[in-house]
């Protein structure tokens, strides 16, 4: 059986690639120390924290994002020595603490295998030397009303809500901040999302926000460590006094854009937090409205105008990570209804985006190719198809025999090159934008609330 063993092992690289990562990163003696550092006033009683995030993984992974199906059959092979309820009580009393410090330290060591060919490519030359950084809110939706309390309520509820910010050259969720209460604002979570990016970076960095992160006391946070820097969309709240000792410069970028620069203050004259800045305005004809950027980055041949530029439009990433969480990581289908609950479960699916997005990475550095040409959703399919196969052919045991090794980050790397390296499926490449373009908002009511395709089909014809 040992020879069937390795087959199955070598005809599924994919699934191997994503349980030596996971083996890797939430090896047991790891996620010890991640719930004792973190762990706040809960405890462990029959559950583990081992054995739930290995339940939740599950859940996502194989599952489809149910919680049932993975509690069931964990309650059958023996894994879970409780009963199902037990198993949810714990997921609704996880720590906010325990959830952002699961995701900070397991991206961290997860930076550590990451293709360094990859990153550089994704950060303009005049940028090099600093770590940029999105910043963005995400309230938790789709919240079952499965609570007492939810049963009679009509409309859509929130479950917690989060401020993620997300590293330019990885493209990986580094940290979070998180609040049970999901109708709070963005900026209340920024300091402890601050807290959790300088503990899991180092050097200089440029936190990059928009209108959301736009004010005095956000400039303050952001620049309050030496070398740390920032760039968001400008809040027209913030009031901008131009220094009139400085001419108006104008220049266009890649793009074919102009854009014009001048300089200033935001703040009163008399407020403590004011400060001096840089405003780079880029006209968009045709767009809804033009993007006004404030920098502290006052020099524009160190710091191009189309380097920021750039760098910002580009933020445009984040809200495609949370899309891809949503709906390929099952954040749609939440296990659990309490606000600790959803932020655990976005926690790990920013977790599971992570290793998605390294494995993603392995694949284009071995096609020499760009990592935004591979498709998360079409890649994630095959991920579990392979995982789904791997499971019910080879035991656990069989598994634990394969795949269990005191690999260093180093060789975990090594052995995703050589898994990834030559993986290639027309499938995975990303379709061009343009074949989903939206369909035009309906301006004609159908006589009667209804008609056929063929009818109008023909009066279409007809009318052209």
Known sequence: MEGFDKEVCRRL???????????????????????????????????????????????????????????????ISGDLETTIRAAYGKLSRVPLSLSIGLLSEAT????????QSVTDSEVPQSLHAMEVIYYDGKKIKHVAKRLKALQKVRGHVLGGKLVVAQSLSTGMALTMGASQDGETADPPLVPDALKEVRGVTSGARLHVGD??????????????????????????????????????????????????????????????????????HLERPGEDEDVILLTDLEDPEQYPADDLLEVYLQRWGIEQMFQKITDVFHLKALIGSTPRATVFQASFCLLLYNMLQTIRAYIAEGQAMEVDKISMENLFYDVHRQLTAWNEVLTPQATVSLLSTTWTADQVANRLRQLLHRQWSECWRKAPSDTHRASPKSTDYLKGGHNSVYRLIQKARNQA
């Open 211 to 280: 209108r959301a992160f736009c004010d005095l006391n956000q400039a303050r946070l952001f620049t309050s460590e030496e070398g740390d820097h920032f760039l968001v969309r400008w809040n027209r709240r913030v009031n901008f006094q131009r220094d009139d000792r400085w001419e108006t410069v104008t220049g266009t970028d890649r793009r074919g854009l102009t854009y014009r620069e001048d300089w200033g203050w935001i703040g009163g004259e008399s407020d403590p937090r004011r400060r001096y800045v840089r405003r780079i």
């Open 108 to 115: 961290l060591s997860l930076s550590g295998m990451y293709p």
């Open 13 to 75: 690289p994919l699934g191997e690639a994503v349980l030596r990562m996971f083996g890797f990163v939430c090896r047991k003696e790891f996620l010890q120390g991640v719930f004792e550092r973190h762990r706040g006033r809960s405890y462990e009683d029959v559950i583990t924290f081992s054995t739930f995030v290995h339940l939740i993984a599950d859940a996502l992974l194989e599952h489809e994002g149910s919680g049932r199906k993975s509690f069931q059959r964990a309650e």
